[in-house]
Antibody
């Protein structure tokens, strides 16, 4: 059974960098797309970006200038960095697996989510 | 960039049938996928593309697409179906994932 688990600080200071890791267990990180999605309190889902197992990335244009996603296949995990955070970046951050090939935007496995609060 | 539009809220009487819609130009060429999210939980994929229901999802949940509109139908809605439902697809001209704004389903 594939499982994803987010980890990282729950509190980040404004203007600093938010860093989260998603550990993948019960399956290989190879051959799939690995996504970060966030949900601000009381709001809908916002796609942040994804990384393919070989390291190629794609980002939401609204966040592209501040976001970086990377993958570590040797450790079966992938990571998110959001730079210069503000209170508007406060959200639950989810990692999720996208399908392979033409199903890359079908998000079939999700982590439980990690609440990140941006505050001084 | 492409957008997906969902009704903000829908209600259904217990045991009745309800249809949730998702509209967007990208759906003319690409699949829509549907997610159920209950309070405090992560989204759960409940229907995929034209006819794919993940293991463990009850068969009262089904999906279809016509033109630019994808529809998720719940036949005989149960109390446990009360949740937020999101559709997603891909942008027509890039490798970006897009989400609809979500529909809050209330079972009366």
């Amino acid at each position: 059974q594939l499982q994803l688990q987010e980890s990282g600080p729950g509190l980040v200071t404004p203007s600093e960098t938010l860093s989260l890791t998603c550990a993948v267990s019960g399956g290989s990180i190879s051959s799939y797309y690995w996504n970060w999605i966030r949900q601000a309190p009381g709001k809908g889902l916002e796609w942040i970006g994804h990384v393919f197992h070989i390291g190629t990335t794609s980002y939401n244009p609204s966040l592209k200038s501040r976001v970086s996603i990377s993958v570590d296949t040797s450790r079966n995990l992938f990571s998110l960095r959001v730079m210069s955070v503000t209170a508007a970046d406060t959200a639950v951050y989810y990692c999720a697996r996208g399908g392979s090939s033409s199903g890359w935007y079908r998000l079939d496995h999700w982590g439980q989510g990690a609440l990140v609060t941006v505050s001084s | 960039s492409s957008e997906l539009t969902q009704d903000p809220s829908v209600s259904v009487a217990l045991g009745q049938t309800v249809s949730l819609t998702c509209r967007g130009d990208s759906l003319r060429n690409y699949d829509a996928h549907w997610y159920q999210q209950k309070p405090g939980q992560a989204p759960l994929l409940v229907f995929s593309g034209k006819n794919r229901r993940p293991s463990g999802i009850p068969d009262r949940i089904s999906g279809s697409t016509s033109g630019n509109t994808a529809t998720l139908t719940i036949t005989g809605a149960q109390a446990e179906d009360e949740a937020d439902y999101y559709c997603n697809s891909r942008d027509s001209s890039s490798d970006h994932v897009i989400f609809g704004g979500g529909t809050k389903l209330t079972v009366l």
